[in-house]
């Protein structure tokens, strides 16, 4: 996988490990629009890495950007598009374009 990079964080290389694939995350977004995942495969990836799984939970910004980076990289390795994940990349490009505060309720990215 390709470093990662965030503006507000160190570039990372991540290594994904034998048998974890980016759909086992399980990324959904809840009724009360709130983002949930599978947090094992994250803790296999950031063991495989030598990437403290806690520095990566630490923030919201932080696990954003860990899953993105590995979402950028699942596509480029010919991985499907996975709807929820684009609703949020497109739901942190506004946010990112028009300021902070929109949150879009679930499936209507």
């Keep these: 996988m390709d470093p990662i990079e965030h503006p507000r964080m160190h570039v990372v290389e991540v290594k994904i490990p034998e048998g974890v694939a980016f759909a086992d995350l399980r990324v959904a977004r809840d009724a009360d629009g ?5 947090v094992d495969p994250l803790q296999r990836v950031c ?24 979402y950028r990289a699942h596509l480029a ?12 990349r497109a ?9 902070g505060g929109i949150s ?6």
């Design 47 to 70: 063991e495989a890495s030598g990437i403290d799984l806690d520095t990566v939970m630490a923030s919201e910004d932080s696990a954003v950007a860990f899953i993105f980076g590995w």
């Design 77 to 88: 390795c010919g991985g499907a598009p996975d709807p929820t994940v684009e609703d949020l």
């Design 34 to 38: 709130h983002v949930s995942f599978a």
């Design 91 to 99: 739901e942190v490009e506004a946010e990112d374009r028009y300021g």
């Design 104 to 109: 879009y309720p679930p499936g209507s990215g």
